[in-house]
């Protein structure tokens, strides 16, 4: 059975660093079948694609987010990572972890992380 | 980027209603079109891909129609455990973009 685990801080203060990790089980960040995402959704709103990583590395963004955000994988701990920079309130909203088929749907979530920022 | 306009925003329903969601994407995405179901404090769940599709385990009271711009999505007969909110989403091209959703409440 796949599963995703987000995890990382829950408070995070304006102009700092966000960063969450996915560990993932039940398969492997390698497989060449599936890339790697993060999708965040401010609450009472909808949901916004931030990015993905691929098992060559590669890396796409959201262009809204690009300047900021990084996205990266660990294969020795099966788990990929997020991090957001300069981070204001606009930031604050669940973030998950999802894995996408490779021409295809998010098949498969994380539970979500609630990251507020605020001082 | 591709824009998704789901209609309507909210919808009253009762049990058993035959319930239809509309979603239009701004440019032509041939059928890379999926549906997403969502709950409140729950991660959003994969109901329907290549926009007709059912994933495995989804009962088939659900289903879904449409090719390039207009997609249509269908509950046949609503259940009291599909009051939810429903997104529909593309994967035709950068940036992935999701419709705003359609969220169900019984009158």
């Known amino acids: 059975q796949v599963q995703l685990q987000e995890s990382g801080p829950g408070l995070v203060k304006p102009s700092e660093t966000l960063s969450l990790t996915c560990t993932v089980s039940g398969v492997s960040v390698n497989n060449g079948l599936y890339f790697w995402n993060w999708i965040r959704q401010p609450a009472g709103k909808g949901l916004e694609w931030i990015g993905r990583?691929?098992?060559?590395?590669?890396?796409n963004y959201n262009p809204s987010l690009s300047s900021r955000v990084s996205v990266a994988f660990d294969t020795s701990k099966n788990h990929f990572s997020l991090q957001l920079n300069s981070v204001t309130a606009a930031d604050t909203a669940v973030y998950y972890c999802?894995?996408?088929?490779?021409?295809?749907?998010?098949?498969?979530w994380g539970q979500g992380a609630r990251v507020t920022v605020s001082s | 980027d591709i824009q998704m306009t789901q209609s309507p925003s909210s919808l009253s329903t009762s049990i058993g209603d035959r319930v239809t969601i509309t979603c239009q994407a701004s440019q032509d995405i041939r059928n890379y079109l999926n549906w997403y179901q969502q709950k409140p404090g729950k991660a959003p769940k994969l109901l329907i891909y290549?926009?007709?599709t059912l994933e495995t385990g989804v009962p088939s009271r659900f289903s879904g129609s449409g090719f390039g711009t207009d997609f249509t999505f269908t509950i046949s007969s609503l259940q009291p455990e599909d009051i939810a909110t429903y997104y529909c989403q593309h994967c035709d091209s950068l940036p992935y973009t999701f419709g705003q959703g359609t969220k169900l409440e019984i009158k």
């Open positions: 990583v691929y098992n060559t590395g590669s890396t």
């Open positions: 290549d926009a007709s």
């Open positions: 999802v894995r996408k088929r490779s021409r295809g749907s998010f098949d498969i």
